[in-house]
Each structure stands twice: as structure tokens, then as C-alpha cells.
């Protein structure tokens, strides 16, 4: 637990701070011939990227927040993770990063008392970056310009919404019901990853839908889709980021989506 305390303001500016540190290197990285590219123990690949990025948030958090946690895709939970933690995926859509393909994001995170308290999504490649904190709303920023204030939609019904999602994979026995969200609904695009959410938060999309998700995938999403009036759950409607499935929504349609969603009778 923190000796210290800090204003949720000193945890955004610090997340910030972060955010920038990130993008020098990941920019760097981004389309470069010399990228080394592994393959981690559960099929997934990382880069040195991923690992340098990490690597070097972790280096400002111990120089700034010694006394808090810190649980990152690469590298883990440090020791007495705590009540006060941050966490980190410093390169969420990394197979998209190493195929040049622009919509990947570093995701950075506070957590207090199990709660998501600043967030902050990262996205130099497509110059936009997002940022919350709890009680203080959601903003998007272009190209390091002036944050404006975002918000979910209005819409109320599954047949006027756009549903966002990242593929098919991962659905399991709920792959039919999720189809058949599909086919009720207004549109339906495969943009994935953190934009798909993002997209929740800024009004542009309605409901985001990812079946398999860790911890670092979901937390910087949790609370900016909040902060912007939507709802962040699992697919069974659980919420927050805990439960290793991300749905975002713009709260007025969560309860129809969740039980479509588990509407596995078809």
C-alpha cells in the first residue's frame, strides 16, 4: 500500500507523462526493418517494442509511485501488488504494429480498492489519444491538440446500433448469438482492439464486443468508456475489467445486448 497520497490530477498528469514517453519509443519501433519479432508461451507474439516500452514505464513508475503496484502484459505483477496498482499493456494490437498496420495503442491504468481510477489510451499512429479520470469525464485529443470532452450515443435499439468488434474468434458456444446481434443490428465492423471501444466512448459506435481479454487489454478502456456515460462489462455483464471479456456499450442498450449475448438456445 502507498506511505504517500496523490490528487487524481497528479495520477492523470503522471499517466500522461507516461503516454508520451511510450509514444517516443513505439514510434520509433513503428515500420522498422529491424523489429524483432518472438513468440511468447501462449502463441502470441511480442516485440522488442512491447518490452522496451513496458521496460521504461515501469522505470518512471518506480522513480515517481515507488510504493505502488505494477501488473504489465510483459513482464507481470511486481511483488505486493496491493490495493493501488497500475497497469500496462504497452502495446495493445501488436499484431497489427508488426504488420504496419496503424490502429494499435499503449493502454496505461490506476487501479485503487479493485476500482479503475485513471485511464489513459494512447494512439500516435493515428495521432488520437484518450484519457480519463473517476468523476472527471472522458476526452480525445488529436495530434497533441486541446482534449474535447466525449460522449456515448443516444441510440436505443440493437436494430439502430453499430456493433464494433475485433474477429470471430474466441466466442465459443455464444458464436450463433453474437451473429445474430450482428444480423439485428444497424452495421457491424471488425476495427478491434482498443479502437473498437473507443469508438463506444466517442458516440461513433454503440456497442464494442471482445469474448477473450486480459486485465491490461480492458482497464484504460474501463473507465474512459464510463467517464463518457457508457457501461463497461464482461459479456455476462459483470462489470469493469476483471472478468476476461470486454463489452462496451453506451449503457442504455447493455441489458438487451448481454442477454442476446447469452441467448445460446438458437
Known amino acids: 500500500m502507498s ?3 496523490f490528487s ?5 498528469a503522471l499517466a500522461l507523462k507516461i503516454a508520451d514517453a511510450a509514444d517516443l ?8 526493418l529491424d523489429l524483432v519479432i518472438t513468440t511468447k508461451p501462449d502463441n502470441t507474439p511480442v516485440t522488442d517494442a512491447d518490452k522496451a516500452t513496458e521496460s521504461a514505464i515501469r522505470a518512471i513508475l518506480m522513480k515517481e509511485r515507488p510504493d505502488d503496484g505494477v501488473l504489465g502484459e510483459e513482464f507481470g505483477e511486481s511483488e505486493n501488488l496491493g490495493s493501488r496498482y497500475w497497469v500496462l499493456d504497452p502495446i495493445d494490437g501488436t499484431k497489427n504494429f508488426m504488420r504496419a498496420v496503424p490502429t494499435w495503442s499503449t493502454l ?3 487501479v485503487q480498492d479493485g476500482e479503475v481510477i485513471v485511464g489513459v489510451v494512447s494512439a500516435p499512429a493515428v495521432t488520437r489519444r484518450w484519457h480519463a479520470s473517476k468523476g472527471h469525464g472522458a476526452f ?10 466525449i460522449a456515448v450515443s443516444k441510440v436505443s435499439e440493437i436494430k439502430d446500433a453499430s456493433v464494433t468488434y475485433s474477429d470471430f474468434h474466441g466466442f465459443g458456444h455464444r458464436r450463433e448469438a ?3 446481434l450482428i444480423d439485428q443490428s444497424w452495421r457491424s465492423r471488425g476495427f478491434g482492439d482498443f479502437w473498437s471501444h473507443m469508438l463506444v466512448a466517442e458516440g461513433s459506435a454503440d456497442i464494442a464486443v471482445e469474448p477473450v481479454l486480459a486485465v491490461w487489454d480492458m482497464a484504460a478502456l474501463d473507465i474512459i468508456v464510463r467517464e463518457a456515460g457508457g457501461s463497461f462489462t464482461s459479456i455476462t455483464g459483470e462489470p469493469g475489467p476483471h472478468h476476461g471479456s470486454g463489452l462496451s456499450t453506451n449503457g442504455i442498450l447493455l ?3 448481454v442477454k442476446q449475448l447469452n441467448d445460446t438456445d438458437h
Not at 519509443?25 to 522498422?32: E, N
Open 140 to 149: 480525445v485529443s488529436f495530434n497533441d491538440g486541446t482534449p474535447r470532452k
Open 8 to 12: 487524481l490530477a497528479e495520477d492523470l
Open 255 to 257: 441489458d438487451q445486448v
Open 3 to 5: 506511505t504517500q497520497t
Open 178 to 180: 453474437f451473429m445474430s
Open 25 to 32: 519509443i513505439t514510434q520509433s519501433r513503428y515500420q522498422s
Open 108 to 110: 496505461i491504468a490506476l
